[in-house]
């Protein structure tokens, strides 16, 4: 979503309290890229990226992964309803980031800030209904300042079901810079 010069330009205004024209000259330098507050960083080039050796391969058994429905549950924080992480998910999160690190070594490299893509193949333990894409999530999030610094440089997201296997139901990903 891209907003206007005015959509800009009233946002600063009712935020920061702003008059008209100084509103609308700063509103033009974020929109050209000069303003000295906000500017997007430069899209580095696969040259730059740090020491982590493409492709990165990561083999998550199935008792790694948590749904994204079971992400949150609800919880009173000083008598106000909220939500928080459950356990179940946290473990998972926490299972996944140690697994990553384990699998690209001591000392870890530093993590990317290119664009990626990632392949999630999952295979199920069963027969029964499994939606595999709701495994991205935490394991997206978990793999954040590991691999690469935020789950924002994800460009391309892929998951699929590669079939079942009873005795060793698991995720194979597959992370790697997208050509520039």
Not at 21 to 27: F, L, N, S
Not at 82 to 88: F, K, M, N, R, Y
């Amino acid at each position: 979503m891209t907003l206007t010069l005015d959509q800009i330009t009233a946002g600063l205004r009712s935020q920061y309290g702003l008059d008209e024209t100084t509103a609308r000259r700063k509103a033009e330098q974020i929109i050209e890229g000069t303003s000295p507050r906000v500017k997007a960083p430069p899209t580095p080039t696969l040259e730059e990226a740090p020491g982590i050796q493409w492709p990165v391969r990561i083999l998550l058994p199935w008792s790694h992964l948590a749904s994204d429905n079971t992400r949150q549950i609800p919880i009173l924080r000083h008598g106000t309803p909220a939500l928080t992480l459950s356990a179940p998910y946290a473990r998972a999160k926490g299972l996944i980031r140690d697994r990553a690190k384990q699998t690209l070594g001591f000392p870890a490299p530093t993590p990317a800030a290119i664009p990626l893509g990632i392949v999630g193949a999952v295979w199920v333990p069963d027969h029964r209904i499994h939606d595999v894409c709701n495994f991205a999530k935490a394991t997206h999030d978990a793999l954040e300042t590991v691999v690469y610094t935020k789950d924002a440089w994800l460009y391309d997201t892929r998951w699929y079901r590669a079939g079942v296997d009873v005795d060793a139901p698991r995720a194979e990903l597959t992370i790697r810079p997208l050509a520039a």
